[in-house]
């Protein structure tokens, strides 16, 4: 079915983009405050962590991988929160329930990338914390975020 008017993709691009970096920024501060800094941990070992599921253990081995977990990690940001802008311009009612759509938004995606996690041999078995955690990272402060600043006009 398609939409009664064309669609802007420049505007679904830069709604992309920018709903992409803030979600990317808030979940990485949400994750930040509850389960690195509780351990004295940097953020540039949660990059690390994103990139050894490009680089394998070797990512561990050096802070210069950081950088490309950084990379990797807005990158994914950004493809998922374009996806979610498309959908918004597609289809009106998304964007007019952007708690509801973001909450179930972040839910697809916290799925999604345990499935993704788990193909490339990074997933542990975690326990009901970091379940929780985790979906409470890409519900609120992914999901969430990403359809309200894709709302914009």
């Known amino acids: 079915m398609s939409t ?12 992309g983009v920018l709903a992409g970096v803030a979600g990317g920024i808030s979940i990485d501060a949400f994750i930040y405050l509850t389960s690195l800094l509780p351990t004295h941990a940097s953020i540039l070992s ?3 962590f994103i990139a050894s599921t490009a680089f394998g253990k070797a990512a561990y081995t ?3 991988y950081a950088w490309a977990g950084a990379c990797m990690h807005f990158v994914v940001s950004i493809a998922w929160a374009s996806g979610y802008a498309y959908v918004a311009q597609s289809k009106p009612a998304v964007s007019k329930q952007p708690l509801l759509s973001g909450l179930l938004f972040g839910l697809v995606v916290y799925v999604v990338m345990q499935f993704v ?23 609120v402060f992914f999901g969430i975020p990403v359809a309200y600043v894709a709302r914009m006009k």
Do not use: C, E, M, N
């Open 4 to 15: 009664p008017y064309p669609l802007s993709w420049g505007r679904i691009a830069l709604s």
């Open 46 to 48: 949660l990059w690390q």
């Open 62 to 64: 050096s802070s210069s």
């Open 117 to 139: 996690l788990f193909s490339a041999q990074a997933l542990k078995v975690p326990d009901a914390l970091s379940v929780y955690l985790g979906v409470v990272a890409h519900t």
